[in-house]
Structure formats: C-alpha cells, structure tokens
C-alpha cells in the first residue's frame, strides 16, 4: 500500500462500515467489498477506517490495526486512508497514531476522549495537550472530530481557534450534525 505523503483532507469522505460474522469476528470477504465499492464511487477522495461507522469504540487494539491492513491492502494504492482515533486517554491515542501512520494511513480524524464530557470542554488546555501529544507521536495530518456543544463532547468555538493555532497539523475539523443529509 502506498501512502499519499502529500494528503491534505478535503472533498468527499466517507467513513466505512466494519462487517463481523457470528463470532464477532471481522468479517473480511464482507469487509474488502464494501471497501472496493466505496474506494470506485465517482469523486471519493479518501475513506475513513476505524471510525464510528466502524464501531471503534469496541475495537481493540490489534483490531484496529486489522482493519486498517485490510483496507490498505484492498484500497491503499487507489485512495487515501483516514484513520480514527477514538481513546479516553493521550497515551493511548498516541500509540494509535503511531500505529495508523506505520500502518499507511495517511491522516487521523481524531474523536475528542470522554472525558471531554466531564467538563473537560470547559479546560481547552486539556483539548490542546491531548491533540499535542498525537502530533508528537505522528507526522499525519489530523481532522478534529467536533461534536454539538449540547451533547458535552464538542468544543466551543475558542477552544477550536486555540487547536488551529497551536496545533499546526490539525488541517481540518469535521463537524458532526447527527443528520446524515446535512
């Protein structure tokens, strides 16, 4: 799978389903065509693994990775891969970050940690810290997952100039509106 080194997120994304079979398992023959069919749409200019449509919040680890393999070797050579980044912590979102960029990806859409929902919307230093440490361990550029202010997750319009500003590899913020035809 060849990465794209000079990937910079726009236009049409979408994010790919992650089929399992009975035994929860990643269904992989289910999975390499619903990549093939997303990667040949007309004005698709990359595809997001490892997202919410992807079920992430219950992947683990070495799944994660899987996925990503899967659709590097299905779809690398024809689109970019954008990989999520979904963990409570820094730490962890950093390894993720590092595995996606060993992995091919070539940017991260990086989902705000729950803790964000705690009050830590309130503390932008929190936001930029965990946004600090994923630049730290990852070259990629990144796409910052906003969600409404009202479901505690989002970050307020200040805390997202501050992101853009200090954190320079930030290329992109993906808002979520929760209507699928907005």
């Not at 992650?18 to 749409?41: G, M, N, Q, T, W």
């Not at 991260?108 to 503390?123: C, D, E, H, I, T």
């Amino acid at each position: 799978m060849g990465r794209f080194k000079e990937y910079s997120p726009g236009g049409v994304i979408p994010a790919c389903l992650l089929p399992f079979d009975d035994a929860f398992e990643i269904d992989e023959p289910a999975y390499r065509s619903h990549l093939r069919d997303l990667a040949k749409v007309d004005g698709v200019t990359a595809v997001t693994v490892n997202g919410h449509a992807s079920e992430v919040h219950a992947l683990n680890f070495d799944e994660q990775r899987r996925a990503l393999a899967i659709a590097g070797d299905e779809i690398g050579d024809a689109v970019p891969l954008i990989n999520g980044v979904y963990a409570d912590g820094s730490a962890e979102a950093a390894r993720l970050a590092r595995m996606a960029e060993a992995g091919g990806a070539s940017c991260l859409l990086v989902f705000p940690p729950n803790s964000m929902a705690m009050g830590g919307q309130l503390r932008p230093e929190m936001a930029i810290a965990h946004y600090k440490a994923i630049a730290e361990a990852s070259s990629l550029p990144m796409i910052c997952f906003q969600y409404p202010l009202s479901g505690g997750l989002g970050y307020p319009f200040e805390t997202l100039v501050r992101l853009l500003e200090e954190v320079p590899s930030i290329a992109a913020i993906k808002d979520w509106s929760g209507d699928p035809m907005l």
